[in-house]
């Protein structure tokens, strides 16, 4: 597979065949991720890999919950929540593996507390870009992503960190869900054309 069929292909996929992923995929896929640009060539990136019975619904538990508080707090209609439970009991989210990515606080290189926050930010932007990778890795094996937002929520971020037995220097950056997809592939137009979010100087 090209790359571009990769970029082109890779999409947000919600739904999962119950088709368990085998862990010859997985490490594939984490050696992609680690293939990316990381600031001062710290890789101070970890990868956590939920995917027994118990660690997954665990994480379903806690997508059902952040998600309610999540469109409440944007205001949705009781309408459109009821539509977010049913399409919750139909599997939405339930994927046969999830992978969290954190970095390690402590793992930086300028020592002076005024870097502090820049620090983070180069750590995060890694730990983004591995991300990136990972996800298109799973395009070319045939498999579907899902970038979870929510789980950046301080209650759900917590339990993670706690069924992996990480400290407090640990600080997720991305969950991801990963599976077989459920429905083909329909990758969406971007709103914005080319245009209007590129200036050249």
């Not at 995917?51 to 998600?67: D, F, G, M, P, W």
């Not at 599997?91 to 930086?108: H, R, T, W």
């Not at 932007?125 to 579907?144: D, H, R, T, Y």
Request: with cysteine.
């Amino acid at each position: 597979m090209e790359l571009e069929e990769a970029i082109n292909k890779r999409q947000s996929i919600r739904f999962y065949q119950k088709k368990r992923i085998g862990n010859k995929k997985i490490e594939e896929l984490v050696k992609a991720a680690i293939r990316a640009p990381n600031a001062n060539g710290l890789e101070n990136w970890f990868f956590v890999i939920y995917n027994s019975n118990e660690a997954r619904e665990k994480i379903q538990e806690l997508l059902i919950h952040s998600h309610i508080d999540y469109y409440r707090e944007i205001g949705i209609s009781n309408e459109k929540m009821d539509k977010l439970e049913k399409k919750f009991k139909e599997g939405m989210y339930s994927a046969p593996c999830y992978v969290a990515v954190f970095i390690d606080k402590n793992s930086k290189v300028l020592k002076d507390k005024k870097y502090e926050e820049l620090e983070m930010h180069w750590a995060i932007e890694s730990a983004a870009m591995a991300i990136e990778n990972l996800m298109l890795k799973a395009v070319e094996l045939g498999l579907g992503t899902c970038y979870i937002g929510v789980a950046n929520f301080t209650y759900f971020e917590n339990e993670i960190k706690k069924m992996a037995g990480l400290g407090k220097n640990y600080q997720l950056v991305g969950l991801i869900s990963i599976g077989y997809p459920k429905k083909e592939r329909k990758p969406r137009k971007r709103r914005k054309r080319l245009e209007e979010i590129t200036k050249f100087v």
